[in-house]
């Protein structure tokens, strides 16, 4: 059975398939924009391409990455605050807490302006 004919304004109507492909990773929490790689196994010979998040930060073009990145910064921004009650015992005047206080507050700046 042949399909019906349909006017151009009909196909125009139509979504492309790639909005379609994009709507539905975004819908599932997949980068939008993945990059491909090619992968070559050493032993064997065998080529694969292989799909990489693309890692953006901006959420207005890659939405999941974006949010990967920036649980990415919140666990390094923890993990960084946690290694100084690690170690109390240094005295408050040396210059090396000092330098680490004002690491520390310069995170809080850009944790906070990426946010």
Known sequence: MTPARQTRAQRLAMPLARHV??????????CIRPVQLRRTDLDTGQVEQVLVPCGH?????CPACTDRVRSTVVGFYVVGV?????FP????G??????HM???LRN??????RL
Not at 21 to 30: K, M, P
Not at 82 to 86: I, N
């Open 89 to 92: 015992d240094r005295p408050l």
């Open 108 to 113: 809080d700046f850009v944790f906070a302006r």
């Open 82 to 86: 946690q290694s100084v009650e690690e």
């Open 21 to 30: 492909v994009r709507d539905l990773a975004a819908e599932h929490g997949a």
């Open 57 to 61: 930060t901006l959420a207005t073009v």
């Open 94 to 99: 040396s210059e090396h807490v000092k330098g």
């Open 102 to 104: 004002l690491t520390v």
